[in-house]
């Protein structure tokens, strides 16, 4: 199992980034695939989980309207596109899904969100 996160970088606030999480190693349609992220001296939160299908999506309140989640089930990927970002967005964001009752993370991918 794989999961190989990218689209981090520095952004100023206002800005947008998408990031892409490539999936290998399983039945990637099968499976609901999340985002969490984890700022410094956070614990790890929940940012966007998706449907297998993609038809049903669920947000944490901090990102809802500024987030969105979406999956291409034909290329094994989920996508995180954030809009409006604030510097509160800054954190390491990490690709999840949970497998026979496990999760598994990717490597993560630096967001920083800063003038």
């Known amino acids: 199992v794989q999961l190989v996160e990218s689209g981090g970088g520095l952004v100023q606030p206002g800005g947008s980034l998408r990031l892409s999480c490539a999936a290998s190693g399983f039945t990637f349609s099968n499976y609901y695939m999340s985002w969490y992220r984890q700022a410094p001296g956070k614990e790890r939160e929940l940012v966007a989980r998706i449907s297998n299908t993609g038809r049903s999506t669920n947000y944490a309140d901090t990102v809802m309207g500024r987030f969105t989640i979406s999956r291409d089930n034909t290329k094994n990927t989920v996508y995180l596109q954030m809009n409006s970002l604030k510097p509160e967005d800054t954190a390491i964001y990490y690709c999840?899904?949970?497998?026979?009752?496990?999760?598994?993370w990717g490597q993560g991918t630096q967001v920083t969100v800063s003038s």
């Open positions: 999840n899904v949970l497998l026979f009752g496990t999760p598994r």
